[in-house]
């Protein structure tokens, strides 16, 4: 079966770094995504990987490793206003989405 | 502002009762999807539709039906509710040719069958 694996929870301080990880075991690959997701609201795009390697958006920068199903998504300089959920996503060989069930980030003063 | 518009944002609904949840985008996306997120699991896909006209199962398509008679609209359809289907729905699209394929969503419906 098709499977995104990614921690449930995760605690951080403000002005620190924090990385999530996900793993995957998916039926071919065509792209991963992350996305952030406030409570109550709805998912929004942060990053997307084809190709192995590091891929930086300002504070937010994403990994990919194809050769072992695993991608790590790095938060910098931590903000309040990162508290959210983090959902990992493989497009798989169909061009399908599965979806990792989120890790939740907690960010303390 | 372009996007996606949900209607209703939140709902209660007895049991067996029929209801429709609506989607609109104004982005000219040619795919477009529906997904429920419940506590503890991933996004999971209802149906989708790759162009106007059609359709297609996703993971979970039972006791549900959408149509797709324009770009535009994609409802989705409980056709007699079921406690189970106690979720939030995301609607939400995307352009399959020239791009990441990345997913915009709408703002959720909260359902809440009794």
């Known amino acids: 079966g098709q499977n995104i694996d990614q921690p449930t929870e995760m605690t951080a301080t403000e002005g620190a770094i924090v990385q999530i990880n996900c793993t995957y075991q998916t039926s071919g690959f065509n792209g991963l995504f992350w996305y952030q997701q406030h409570a109550g609201e709805a998912p929004t795009f942060l990053s997307y990987n084809v190709l192995d390697g590091l891929e930086e958006k300002g504070r937010f920068s994403s990994f990919l490793s194809r050769s072992k199903g695993y991608s790590y998504l790095l938060l910098k300089e931590l903000q309040m206003k990162d508290s959210a959920s983090y959902l990992c996503a493989v497009k798989d060989s169909n061009y399908q989405l599965i979806w990792g069930a989120g890790t939740k980030l907690i960010i303390k003063p | 502002i372009a996007g996606i518009t949900q209607a209703p944002t939140s709902q209660i609904l007895a049991a067996g009762r029929r209801m429709t949840l609506r989607c609109t985008q104004d982005?000219?996306?040619?795919?477009m999807y529906w997904y429920r997120q419940d506590l503890g699991l991933g996004l999971r896909l209802i149906h989708y539709s790759n162009t106007a006209g059609t359709t297609g199962k996703g993971e979970v398509p039972d006791g549900y039906s959408v149509s797709r008679a324009n770009t535009d609209d994609f409802p989705l359809t409980l056709a007699s509710a079921v406690p189970s289907q106690t979720s939030v729905y995301f609607c939400?699209?995307?352009?399959?040719?020239?791009?990441?394929?990345?997913?915009?969503f709408g703002e959720g419906s909260r359902l809440t069958v009794l």
């Open positions: 982005m000219r996306h040619n795919a």
């Open positions: 939400a699209s995307s352009e399959l040719v020239g791009s990441t394929g990345e997913l915009f």
